[in-house]
């Protein structure tokens, strides 16, 4: 069943004004950005380039998140939702690191500020094309965080089994014919004290935080 339509309708609109937004912000980028601008200029159209380009990864993974208890996964939805498992976990796990690169971007941009107020001199290192010296980090990290993600998030018959019925009530789909990222931290026993189960899914989450963690130190 995936998303109530009026989801779909508002997740359609956000795309066409993310699309159109950014297109006007690249028109004015490449006929009112002035010379002072400098390097910034092309990290202001790279932004709204790759802002673009997860607009177009959103709208066609149409992502759904749910979480019970414990547990929580993310799911391809949309346009996707039929391709085969192993596609599928890979497109939700791009989808999240894409995300992520968001977060990267905008921290060269404010590396850039930074230097730009505080450390002038530097700038010549970052003069012309030189710029995109600061794209290595940003790919860099963000493909470290989609193998990480591919990791900790493929799911197994512990995961499946705890969330299959929660999201069969929430959703009305069936975890075993959607591609998927999940984790589960521990699971509770009625018995005994929570049990933590799955120590990849804890650890490889850490690995997650200081991926982005890593971005403030670009």
Not at 49 to 63: D, H
Not at 125 to 148: A, N, T, W, Y
Not at 196 to 218: A, C, E, H, M, W
Request: with cysteine; aromatic share 18%; glycine share 6%.
């Amino acid at each position: 069943m995936g998303l109530p339509i009026e989801f779909e309708i508002v997740q359609f609109v956000g795309f066409v004004l993310s699309v159109a937004f950014h297109l006007i912000l690249l028109f004015f980028i490449h006929t009112h950005a002035t010379k002072q601008f400098g390097s910034y200029k092309i990290l202001m159209a790279s932004f709204s380039i790759f802002s673009i380009f997860y607009a177009f990864v959103e709208i066609l993974t149409q992502p759904i998140i749910h979480i019970s208890g414990t547990g929580l996964m993310l799911y391809v939805g949309g346009p996707l939702s039929k391709v085969p498992l192993e596609i599928g976990h890979l497109l939700a796990a791009f989808y999240c690191s894409s995300f992520g690169l968001c977060v990267l971007f905008l921290s060269a941009h404010f590396f850039y500020r930074y230097t730009a107020v505080c450390s002038p001199r530097l700038l010549k290192m970052l003069e012309g094309r030189k710029v995109f010296r600061l794209f290595f980090p940003i790919f860099s990290l963000g493909f470290l965080m989609f193998l990480d993600i591919s990791w900790f998030g493929e799911p197994n018959e512990l995961k499946m089994e705890y969330l299959s019925d929660s999201l069969k009530t929430e959703y009305n789909d069936d975890i075993y014919t959607v591609g998927q990222i999940s984790a589960v931290f521990y699971k509770k026993t009625r018995i005994t004290e929570d049990v933590p189960y799955n120590i990849v899914d804890r650890k490889n989450l850490g690995n997650f935080t200081l991926i982005i963690k890593k971005s403030f130190f670009l």
